[in-house]
């Protein structure tokens, strides 16, 4: 079959890869001119993540990857010691930068994908036999299938489901994240100023003292401003963040040459149908959580759920979707509901809610709790590869 991939993110490379196994030479376009590198590190955790890493083969490369987790520490704005969280809290059983594990899955992927950077669809138009689908650049071509691997604000999912508005819920936090040269000897791990309503964070790469990653939060409804506007973006962390003392002004300085910076809102997509026809949704547009969610270790599982479907029903788009959306999204609703809580558990919004976060979390059997609810809420019972 002729398959479309919308985005080279996680979900998009995973399900080219799946894809290329089973026999197909699937498309996939990317709007961003390369393969985009930022974002924090992201983690894997309980046997449904690694069973599906180990069916992809990634499983022993990435532990050579692995971070090994970063212990997070949170002070006041005085550099008060207020909360220690250990490394696996965060870190999960495997733990690797996002860019690195995309790169990873184009690696894995690109000898069985056609990949087209810097452009991206326009119009799709579907009938019996397939998808017509218009690009920003090049000529139209027609496609079997066309799956929206492309995010939280998913073209595919504006053109073939209907506004963003519809679908994406703001969780009232904005998260940004960029990679600097650690001129200021950051230990590893994280260490971040939590003031009420935000958090400054940044800490050493564990594997690569040289290189450091900073990590920004803060409550706000939903802005007004654009997303692919980069100076604008780093502007206004520079306001919000202006008044905090060592090391945040270090860290706003190097925003002027950081070229990976990752702005978005917390949010959270649910799509009463993750497809229409011919045309089906993946990871964070279907069900995106951005941070806290398990986004990343939900597109892999969803992309291989949804080829493995594809391959069982033998190029039945309509069996394979209905099978694929009732096996991952009870499991996706699950983890989105870690996200719901992100923000708020990150930065409370007032100074007793710190109060009251660090107290509970400095209970070592609450948090040995949060752990294992954790792993069993990214379990999960997966069909046999074919
Ligand atoms: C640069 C970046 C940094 C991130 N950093 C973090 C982080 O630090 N922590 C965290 O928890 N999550 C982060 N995320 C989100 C996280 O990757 C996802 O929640 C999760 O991995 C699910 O992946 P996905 O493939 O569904 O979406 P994403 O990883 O968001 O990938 C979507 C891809 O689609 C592309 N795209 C968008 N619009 C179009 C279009 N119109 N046409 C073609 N392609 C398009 C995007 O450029 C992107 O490459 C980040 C995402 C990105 C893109």
Known sequence: MQILISGAGIGGPALAHWLGRYGHRPTVVELAPALR????????????????????????????????????????????????????????????????????????????????????????????????????????????????????????????????????????????????????????????????????????????????????????????????????????????FADLGRPVPHLLETLRDADDLYLDSISRADVPSWSNGRIALLGDAACGATIGGMGTGTALVAAYVLATELACADGDHRTAFARYERTVRPYAERCQRGGDRTGPFLAPRTAAGLRARNALLSKGWILDRMLRLGQDVATMELPEPV
Not at 65 to 85: A, C, E, K, N, Q
């Open 37 to 240: 590198p930022g974002g924090q590190a992201v983690d894997f955790r309980g046997p449904t993540h690694l069973t599906v890493l180990r069916r992809m083969g990634l499983l022993d490369e990435l532990r050579t990857l692995d971070t090994g987790g970063s212990p997070m520490t949170f002070t006041d704005r005085h550099g008060r010691v207020r909360l220690r969280l250990p490394a696996d809290f965060a870190g999960g059983e495997i733990e690797i930068p996002r860019g690195e594990l995309a790169q990873l899955l184009f690696r894995h992927s690109e000898s069985t994908t056609e990949y087209l950077f810097g452009n991206t669809v326009t119009a799709l138009r579907q009938d019996d036999r397939g998808v017509r689908v218009a690009f920003r650049y090049g000529p139209e071509r027609r496609f079997d299938l066309v799956i929206g691997a492309d995010g939280l604000h998913s073209r595919i999912r504006a053109l073939a489901f209907g506004p963003e508005q519809d679908y994406v819920r703001h969780l009232g936090y904005y998260a940004a994240t960029w990679q600097l040269p650690n001129r200021l000897g950051l230990p590893a791990g994280s260490t971040g100023i939590n003031t009420p309503g935000r958090l400054a964070a940044a800490g050493a790469d564990p594997r690569d003292p040289e290189r450091a990653g900073a990590f920004l939060l803060f409550a706000s409804p939903r802005l007004d401003h654009d997303r692919h506007d980069t100076d604008a973006l780093k502007s206004l962390l520079q306001q919000r």
